[in-house]
T-cell receptor
Framework: QSALTQPASVSGSPGQSITMSCTGTSNDVGGYNYVSWYQQHLGKAPKLMIYDVSKRPSGVSNRFSGSKSGNTASLTISGLQAEDEADYYC??????????FGTGTKVTVL | EVQLVESGGGLVQPGGSLRLSCAASGFTFNYYAMSWVRQAPGKGLEWVSAISGSGGSTNYADSVKGRFTVSRDKSKNTLYLQMNGLRAADTAVYYCARQPFGSGTHDYWGPGTPVTVSS
């Protein structure tokens, strides 16, 4: 199972909106509404930000939103803040009853 | 409060074995499937294995199939990962994570335990 493809880096200024993509296949992203997004600060455990494509866990800011079209999912962060600087990973359930993660995107707040 | 705490990591020689544990609290352990996810130094996340709430169903990544075994003890609220035939490529921080029923996600994660495979 190959990792889902994410851009290596995305950057934006405070207050701006940024969007990152997560591309898979019909056997994972395109086949199930089980795409999740995780935020990971350096040296810390991942934190769930979006699940089931577009749902937000309790306590996660509504500045984070998710969507999906075909084999590509997207995470948008609006009103970018300094604390959003971190690595972001997408994940999907697969047709093999396993999970696959993305290659990761480093978000930089300029 | 949901808590997951991994233990058992350390330094092991190539070909050696190690058993990781994940102590769970704050929720009904046997109601939830659980996963192990690892992260090699400076690299991304890699799903390793999962086990159903009952323990009757397990799955593994191809990279560890036949070498790693996941299990759980509901009397101790603990998840395990038995790792045999360890290789340098298995060097990583290992996280346990909870899978909510009916959702293909991992909602709570432990802080991780580091495993180093080196001679």
């Amino acid at each position: 199972q190959s990792a889902l493809t994410q851009p290596a880096s995305v950057s934006g200024s405070p207050g701006q909106s940024i969007t990152m993509s997560c591309t898979g296949t019909s056997n994972d992203v395109g086949g199930y509404n089980y795409v999740s997004w995780y935020q990971q600060h350096l040296g810390k455990a991942p934190k769930l930000m979006i699940y089931d494509v577009s749902k937000r866990p309790s306590g996660v800011s509504n500045r984070f939103s998710g969507s999906k079209s075909g084999n590509t999912a997207s995470l948008t962060i609006s009103g970018l803040q300094a604390e959003d600087e971190a690595d972001y990973y997408c994940s999907s359930y697969t047709s093999s009853s396993t999970y696959v993660f993305g290659t990761g995107t480093k978000v930089t707040v300029l | 409060e949901v808590q997951l705490v991994e233990s058992g990591g350390g330094l092991v020689q190539p070909g050696g074995s190690l058993r990781l544990s994940c102590a769970a609290s704050g929720f009904t352990f046997n109601y939830y499937a659980m996963s192990w996810v690892r992260q090699a130094p400076g690299k991304g996340l890699e799903w390793v294995s999962a086990i159903s709430g009952s323990g009757g169903s397990t799955n593994y990544a191809d990279s560890v199939k036949g070498r790693f075994t996941v299990s759980r003890d509901k009397s101790k609220n603990t998840l395990y990962l038995q790792m045999n035939g360890l290789r340098a490529a298995d060097t990583a921080v290992y996280y346990c994570a909870r899978q909510p029923f009916g959702s293909g996600t991992h909602d709570y994660w432990g802080p991780g335990t580091p495993v180093t495979v080196s001679s």
